[in-house]
C-alpha cells in the first residue's frame, strides 16, 4: 500500500497512525511544505493522509504553495482515492471542493467530547460520544455532498465523509503523549483562559486510556478507508 502524507509543520506528523500503517507494509512518502517538497504525481497512491497545521488555508499569499496542494486534493477526490484529512487537512479538503472556512466562535484546545451524527449504516460510523484531543480556531461549511459525521458542544462541523473514502476530521485521534507535548511546545501562546482551552498540565494528564481510545478508533478509520476493515 503506497501512502502519501501532506505535512505543513515538523511538529504535527502522523504519531499514532504509524503503527497501523506499519502493520499494514504501507510504503509512506511525504510532501513537507514546510522544507518545499514537491508533490507527487496521484497516479498509483492507495490513500493521502493531510495533516494539520497552524496556518489557516486562505492564507495563500503567506503560503503560496497551498494552491497547488488544493488542486492536488482535488485531483486525489477526483479519482476517487481515499483520503483523509486532519484538522487543517479537513478544511482543505472542504475549501478545495468549495467550502468556506473562517473562524469558529470559540476556540477548542485541549480534550473535549465529539456527539456521532445518526448516519447511514454505509458510511464510517462513529461511537456515540468521544473524548477528542482539539487544536483548532477555524472551522468549515461541508463541501457539496458531504455527510455530517460528528459535531462537539462549539463547533458544528467536526467530522464529515465524501463518497466511500473521503474523510475530514477536525480534531486529532492519531495524538499520542509525544505529539501532544509537541504541540503545546510550539503552541503555548495560544493557551489562554477560556472555556474550550486548557492548559499544558491538563493536557499532559490525560489517562493513556485515552490516548489508546483514539489510536484504536484511528485504525478503524484508516481500515474502513483502505478497504481493509
Known amino acids: 500500500?503506497?501512502?502519501?502524507v501532506l505535512q505543513h509543520v515538523p511538529?504535527?506528523?502522523?504519531?499514532?497512525?504509524?503503527?497501523?500503517?506499519a502493520g499494514q507494509g504501507a510504503e509512506i512518502g511525504y510532501t513537507r511544505f514546510y522544507a518545499k517538497e514537491a508533490l507527487p504525481d496521484p497516479a498509483g497512491l492507495d490513500l493521502v493522509i493531510a495533516m494539520g497545521g497552524p496556518?489557516?488555508?486562505?492564507?495563500?499569499?503567506?503560503?503560496?504553495?497551498?494552491?497547488?496542494?488544493?488542486?492536488?486534493?482535488?485531483?486525489?477526490?477526483?479519482r476517487g482515492m481515499p483520503m483523509l484529512g486532519v484538522c487543517l487537512g479537513a478544511q482543505l479538503i472542504a475549501n478545495a471542493l468549495g467550502a468556506r472556512v473562517y473562524r469558529n466562535p470559540v476556540k477548542e484546545i485541549g480534550w473535549f467530547p465529539v456527539r456521532a451524527e445518526d448516519t447511514p449504516t454505509d458510511v464510517f460510523r462513529f461511537p456515540e460520544e468521544t473524548r477528542v484531543f482539539h487544536w483548532h480556531?477555524?472551522?468549515?461549511?461541508l463541501p457539496a455532498g458531504a455527510l455530517l459525521l460528528a459535531r462537539s458542544a462549539v463547533c458544528e462541523n467536526q467530522a464529515f465523509q465524501l463518497g466511500r473514502?473521503?474523510?475530514?476530521?477536525q480534531f486529532h485521534l492519531e495524538t499520542t503523549p509525544e505529539s501532544a507535548a509537541d504541540m503545546l511546545e510550539h503552541g503555548r501562546d495560544e493557551l489562554v483562559a477560556a472555556p474550550y482551552i486548557q492548559d499544558a498540565a491538563t493536557v499532559l494528564a490525560e489517562p493513556a486510556?485515552?490516548?489508546a481510545a483514539n489510536n484504536a478508533l484511528m485504525a478503524s478509520l484508516l481500515a474502513y478507508l483502505a478497504g481493509r476493515s
Open 165 to 169: 473514502n473521503v474523510v475530514g476530521l
Open 11 to 21: 511538529f504535527e506528523d502522523i504519531g499514532g497512525m504509524a503503527d497501523w500503517l
Open 1 to 4: 500500500m503506497k501512502v502519501h
Open 209 to 211: 486510556a485515552t490516548y
Open 55 to 78: 496556518m489557516s488555508v486562505n492564507d495563500e499569499v503567506e503560503f503560496p504553495w497551498l494552491e497547488a496542494e488544493k488542486a492536488f486534493v482535488r485531483a486525489v477526490v477526483a
Open 137 to 141: 480556531g477555524e472551522t468549515f461549511d
